[in-house]
């Protein structure tokens, strides 16, 4: 039996739109800059059940969760997977990057490409690589693959040297937590900012107030990341206006 050339070629032409919207991913700086024009402090607002060191808030609907970081005004969706020590789910994340309007962010701990690849498959728009668990080839190896997939890297540091490790990179978040103590001191960001060249910065952990984002914004950060305060609010929506308007 003979194919139709025509019926093939109407299927390949098909299959290329289909891999296009594979790749076209929503943009956190575009976020970004939409928050800075409207006088919003640009957030990410974390999805987060549990710390290392306690329980923040058990989740039976993260898309619940969802509307109301959406509606108090979030810039963007960062969503814990990691499953024994933050009791992440990659359910949520697939959920999550299925439901919301603004970009989504895989936080976990990314040590092999086959993350990489897990993280296209759940439709999110970012993922999280920590320079203090990887070596330097390690940190390029998996942002290209991110890069060849259409995933945005977002490149977590703690120090000048790991700065220097990630200078190609084209987002930095800024952890105030200690990746080995988990001890907190905001005053990270305001020390190691000056270090970091023209990038887009992100201030994440010890973030508890609109004072605390305020004074991460302030010192050149360009949005900050807030999960366990917000989990542990009573109103999720209210605590995400806060930080985002002052409200």
Avoid at 36 to 55: C, R, V
Avoid at 107 to 127: C, H, N, R
Wanted: aromatic share 4%.
């Amino acid at each position: 039996m003979k194919t139709d050339r025509g019926l093939i070629e109407n299927i390949l032409e098909k299959t290329k739109l289909r891999v296009e919207r594979l790749k076209d991913h929503k943009s956190i700086e575009n976020e970004i800059r939409k928050a800075q024009k409207a006088g919003k402090i640009p957030l990410i607002s974390e999805i987060k059940p549990a710390s290392p060191l306690k329980d923040l808030r058990p989740i039976q609907d993260p898309l619940e969760v969802l509307g109301a970081m959406e509606r108090g005004g979030a810039s963007g969706i960062s969503v814990l997977t990691e499953p024994y020590f933050f009791k992440g789910s990659f359910d949520f994340l697939r959920s999550v990057s299925a439901s919301s309007k603004l970009p989504t962010l895989r936080k976990d701990f990314i040590i092999d490409p086959i993350q990489v690849a897990e993280t296209v498959a759940s439709g999110a728009d970012m993922l999280l690589l920590i320079v203090g668990i990887l070596t330097e080839t390690q940190l390029r190896e998996l942002y290209a693959s991110a890069i060849e997939f259409g995933i945005t890297p977002v490149v977590e540091v703690q120090s000048r040297d790991e700065i220097e490790l990630a200078d190609f990179c084209d987002i930095v978040m800024i952890n105030n937590r200690n990746l080995w103590d988990l001890t907190v001191d905001i005053s990270r960001t305001e020390k190691l900012i000056g270090y970091i060249g023209k990038k887009t910065i992100i201030s994440a952990s010890g973030i508890k107030t609109r004072a605390d984002a305020l004074r991460m914004i302030d010192c050149g950060a360009d949005a900050v990341l807030v999960g366990s305060s917000i989990m542990e609010s009573e109103d999720i929506e209210l605590k995400v206006r806060e930080l985002v308007w002052g409200d």
